[in-house]
């Protein structure tokens, strides 16, 4: 089957780990000069798994597909071409693709003029891409999160020179701007402001996968939310995988401070940001949070682990003592700030004594949400070849023990906010119950109140009244 896809270019774990040294390169997007207009009319069903990134990844694509009068569709049998926008991070997050490709094969047989690619995180690992072209051939092309700006090339070699190949850059020197996005929500908004990491956490695949820290420049973010605040957007994220390093190859002292800064004057309702790494939260930022009512007291701090050993060897850049004294000075300055995190269990030489640190960190740190995983091996990363990996029944025994034990931080802390009021943006009616209409606090809580489809995509003020832990019931008291 191999010879039957064309090679333009092939993944490769060491290129994408290699340093590119900053200013990158910034161009803007080129619909091309190709005939595509059969492609009007032609359905598209994308299947995204993973984080934020890919789903901006999946809007961004989209745009660029309607541009060529593709529709989307949710029904994967109808589809010309079907995307699968897959997440590398942990191996459960592999193994839903390989499901999705197989429940792929017997539609394809029915509907051969279908055309299936495979993009996102887990086209940049070659064992992965290698797999495929050997056990799946009703993929037909395969491209990298740095490619996605090269849909209209992909296009035409898939529908018109009906090619099956693999174009997949490993390492990208590149920001490219003016990319045209259907957004999935119409209230919330999503903002790339960097793309790539350069922290190297030790278990951490998504440094192969999306390349170096690249931060857009500061007039290109603000340009766009500006325009999403006209257009009657009430909530945007910024996103990067670690937010603070904002600026840094920029070279010309734009910061993260002062570009959160920036975003919060344009006067947008709520602002937020995904994901903070520790070891670049100043002093700057944690001001700027303090003084603008529109950027929301919630912050998303992933800890990873409570022992400063485990921390070490996760190559974290602080430790136990650091992290709490950080959390500390938010409290202080920001004070009703509510904290989320991630934290792995069984990461290869954790303790049972370095465990029992990261549930005292919990306890004392008190996050309002936790997303507890269990530790994975992934390709290439300092940690899968380290001494002492931990079995796989103690890995499950100490996520129940951690989840039970966030729980009830949640619990108690959800039980507080009953009886006071908060300002909640519905967002929809409610799934269980058409007579209710849902929506998110500041702080992330999710609110079921009564009410009618009109409310949607306003902020209302909402009295709670009960609390089931992970959601809230609540009145309206503003009319
Ligand atoms: N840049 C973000 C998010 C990265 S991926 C950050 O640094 O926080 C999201 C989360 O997945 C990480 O925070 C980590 O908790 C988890 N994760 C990453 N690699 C993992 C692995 N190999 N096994 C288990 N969890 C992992
Ligand atoms: Fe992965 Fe660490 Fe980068 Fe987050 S900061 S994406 S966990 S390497
Ligand atoms: Fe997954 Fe890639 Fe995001 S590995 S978590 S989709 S950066």
Do not use: W
């Not at 999705?100 to 995180?121: D, N, T, V, Y």
């Not at 992965?128 to 037909?140: A, G, N, S, W």
């Not at 929506?439 to 009618?452: A, I, M, P, R, S």
């Amino acid at each position: 089957m191999l010879d039957k896809y064309k090679i333009y270019s092939f993944p490769d774990f060491k290129k994408a780990r290699i340093k590119i040294n900053a200013p990158f390169s910034r161009r803007n997007y080129q619909k091309g000069e190709d005939d595509l207009s059969l492609l009007k009319g032609k359905k598209v069903y994308i299947r995204t798994y993973g984080c934020q990134a890919n789903i901006r990844d999946e809007e961004i694509m989209l745009g660029i597909l309607k541009e060529f009068g593709m529709k989307e569709t949710s029904k994967k049998e109808e589809a010309d071409l079907v995307i699968l926008n897959t997440c590398a991070v942990r191996e459960n997050a592999e193994e839903k693709v390989y499901g999705e490709i197989g429940s792929l094969k017997p539609i394809k047989k029915l509907h051969p003029q279908m055309k299936i690619a495979l993009c996102g995180c887990m086209a940049l690992e070659p064992p992965i891409v290698e797999k495929i072209l050997k056990t799946y051939p009703h993929i037909d092309f395969m491209f990298g999160t740095h490619d996605i700006a090269k849909l209209p090339i992909f296009l035409k070699r898939a529908f018109i020179d009906d090619e099956k190949f693999v174009d997949i850059l490993s390492s990208s020197g590149e920001v490219v701007e003016n990319l045209p996005s259907t957004r999935k929500e119409k209230f919330k908004a999503f903002v790339n402001i960097m793309y790539g990491c350069d922290k190297f956490c030790s278990y951490c695949i998504v440094p192969s996968t999306r390349g170096r820290e690249r931060s857009r420049a500061l007039r290109d973010v603000l340009k766009e939310c500006e325009q999403l605040v006209k257009d009657g957007y009430l909530d945007i994220t910024l996103l990067g995988q670690n937010v603070n390093a904002y600026g840094k190859d920029l070279k010309d002292g734009t910061n993260f401070a002062l570009l959160l800064e920036e975003v919060a004057k344009t006067g947008v309702k709520r602002l937020r940001f995904i994901t903070s790494h520790p070891f670049d939260f100043d002093d700057a930022l944690i001001e700027v949070i303090a003084k603008y009512d529109n950027i929301m007291k919630y912050i998303h701090l992933p800890v990873q682990s409570g022992s400063s050993k485990v921390l070490k060897a996760m190559n974290r850049r602080y430790d136990r003592e650091g992290y709490l004294s950080l959390v500390r000075k938010i409290k202080e300055k920001i004070p009703h700030v509510a904290l989320s995190s991630d934290i792995i269990v069984g990461f290869p030489g954790e303790s049972e004594e370095d465990f029992l640190d990261t549930l005292s960190l919990v306890e004392e740190v008190e996050y309002a949400s936790l997303f507890t995983f269990i530790y994975s091996p992934r390709p290439f990363t300092p940690a899968t070849i380290m001494q002492n990996q931990i079995s796989d029944e103690i890995k499950h025994e100490r996520f129940n023990r951690l989840s039970k034990t966030s729980e009830k931080i949640i619990e108690r802390l959800s039980t507080a906010m009953v009886g006071k009021t908060y300002d909640v943006l519905i967002e929809e009616v409610s799934k269980k119950d058409p007579r209710f209409v849902s929506g998110y606090t500041e702080e992330f809580k999710l609110v079921h109140v009564e009410g009618d489809a009109s409310l949607i995509g306003k902020i209302i003020k909402v009295k709670i009244i009960a609390s089931h832990t992970y959601s809230l019931i609540g009145e309206r008291v503003d009319g």
